[in-house]
């Protein structure tokens, strides 16, 4: 046995490196089991197996493993904040047009749904809050949720809309629908009624339409938009906004100057209740556009 030993010994003393052979030789005369059992753990600790995961909760830079990485929850807090141009977007004040007319919106909703993350080397996107359907409504916009990533956020997506397919109950008449779902009934409405479906976005107010542009003829003006035909998909990249963070803050602006860019104020009707409209078309082009990244 003593043999045996000796040869055992002096195989673990040429596979360990130099730094610990002092530590064996030290133990050279301890039983069999009781250095095998040392053996294994000098070996263990020159080999780093940890996570090496960025993304992970217990990342080590020196870690050479996947296998042992740990992933938490993130806190997500998503914000729309509605503006025109460069200033924050208020109801009832006055804004300016690109031609000089004044305008002030009385009421605006918007709605969006499907909100979901793309992540790196991922073809899929993965949604992250339990609200479907969320609607901006006369303010700034805010949803909290929770998030577990693997991997780099890429891409937030969400569609500007709500797809009838998957939301075609009737809220006048659904027993599905309960009052505090921002699918409810609305005042004013978001709801078609005579069409069926929701209205993407509405906008509402006052506009000049003087020849003098000098506020003598404000006039009511209501824009009504989408049908099925307008649902719109939109995806932001994030660029690293996140990375490294215990929470997701994504903070995101939706310029009305933008949503109206191109819109006639002096010819043709102001009032229009028509997804199919040139001009509730133009406005749900527009949205793609309308919505970025501010912080």
Known sequence: MSNIRHIFFESIMRSLSSKNQHIMKRFSNLPHLVLSLLTLTLSYSCKNDGCNDPIAFNYDPEGTSEETCLYEPKEVQFSVNPVFGDETLVIDKDFTLDDGRSIKF??????????????????DTQPWSDQDVMLLRNNEFEINASYLNKSEITEIHFDIGVDTAIYDQDPTTSDLITDDSPLAIQVPSMYWGWAGGYRFISIEGEVDTSAAMDGSAMVPFAFHCGLPANLKSLSLPLNGLNDNKSTIDLSVSLDFEVLLDEVSFTSGDLIIHSGMH????????NSVSAFEISN
């Open 106 to 123: 009385t009421y605006y909703g918007v709605y969006l749904s499907n909100l979901s993350f793309l992540e790196k080397d991922l073809d």
């Open 278 to 285: 040139p001009t509730t078309v133009k406005i749900m082009n």
